[in-house]
C-alpha cells in the first residue's frame, strides 16, 4: 500500500535552534497534514495543506506542500523545550478521501 | 465543548480475552474512524463508520475484530481473543458530516499479557 517517508527519524537539537524534517512518497497526494503527538496523547493537527506550492504557517512553524504533490516540509523556528513530541505527516490521496496515510514519525527532542 | 473522548486509556487482557475500547466523537461529528499505531510506527487506518454503518472496513483485520457505532451510544471497537501482537495503541478520531477534518481521541492503549 502507500507509504509515506519520513526523515529523520529523531532528532536532538539545543533549545533556539530551527529544525526542518520532510516526507516524501512516490504517490501524488491532494492534501497534506503535519500533527504532533505528546506522549500518551493523541495526534493535534497542527498545519493543513490544501495546494500544491502552498506555504502556510502557524506561529514557529511553517509547512509547505511541495510543488510535485508528492512532498511537504515542516520547519520549526527557535525551537523551546515544550516542542519535545513526535511529528508526523499524513496524506490524502484524493481530494475527499477519508483515509489519511500516515509517516513514521519524527522524535524531536529539544535540549535546555 | 468536550472533545473526541476513548475509554479505557489502558486496558491490560490475557491471552484469548476480548477487548472493548470505546469512542464518543465530538459533538455534531457523525462520522467516527479507528485508526491502530503499533510501537515506534505511524497510525495505520482501520475502520471508518457513520450511525449504524460501516462505511470501510479495509483495514481491519478478517478476524477477531469488529466495529460498530450504533444510533445511540459510543462506537465501539471489539477484538475477540486477543493475542500478544494485538498490542498497541488504538486512536479514534471523528469528523463532521462535511469533510474530513479530523479530531483524534487521547486513545486506548492495550497491552496484552
Known amino acids: 500500500g502507500q507509504q509515506l517517508n519520513q526523515s529523520p527519524q529523531s532528532m536532538f537539537i539545543q533549545e533556539g535552534e530551527d529544525v526542518s524534517m520532510n516526507c516524501t512518497s512516490s504517490?501524488?497526494?491532494?492534501?497534506w497534514l503535519w500533527y504532533k503527538q505528546d506522549p500518551g496523547e493523541g495526534p493535534v493537527l497542527l498545519i493543513a495543506?490544501?495546494?500544491?506550492?502552498e506555504l502556510t504557517s502557524n506561529g514557529r512553524l511553517t509547512a509547505q506542500f511541495g510543488i510535485t504533490r508528492k512532498d511537504s516540509f515542516l520547519n520549526i523556528s527557535a525551537s523551546i523545550p515544550s516542542d519535545v513530541g513526535i511529528y508526523f505527516c499524513?496524506?490524502?490521496?484524493?481530494?475527499?478521501?477519508?483515509?489519511?496515510?500516515f509517516g513514521t514519525g519524527t522524535r524531536l527532542k529539544v535540549l535546555a | 465543548n468536550a472533545g473526541v473522548m476513548q475509554n479505557p486509556r489502558h486496558l491490560v487482557r490475557r491471552r484469548g480475552q476480548e477487548a472493548r475500547l470505546r469512542c464518543s466523537p465530538m459533538?455534531?461529528?457523525?462520522?467516527v474512524y479507528w485508526y491502530r499505531q503499533l510501537p515506534e510506527e505511524g497510525l495505520k487506518f482501520m475502520v471508518y463508520?457513520?450511525?449504524?454503518?460501516?462505511?470501510?472496513e479495509s483495514g481491519m483485520p478478517k478476524e477477531r475484530f469488529s466495529a460498530e457505532f450504533p444510533k445511540e451510544g459510543p462506537s465501539i471497537l471489539r477484538i475477540q481473543q486477543v493475542v500478544r501482537g494485538d498490542s498497541a495503541a488504538y486512536f479514534c478520531?471523528?469528523?463532521?458530516?462535511?469533510?474530513?477534518?479530523?479530531?483524534f481521541g487521547s486513545g486506548t492503549r492495550l497491552t496484552v499479557v
Open positions: 478520531a471523528s469528523s463532521p458530516p462535511i469533510g474530513f477534518r479530523y479530531t
Open positions: 459533538k455534531g461529528h457523525s462520522h
Open positions: 495543506l490544501y495546494k500544491a506550492g
Open positions: 463508520l457513520q450511525k449504524e454503518n460501516i462505511i470501510d
Open positions: 504517490s501524488i497526494f491532494n492534501t
Open positions: 499524513a496524506g490524502q490521496l484524493s481530494s475527499g478521501t477519508y483515509k489519511y496515510i
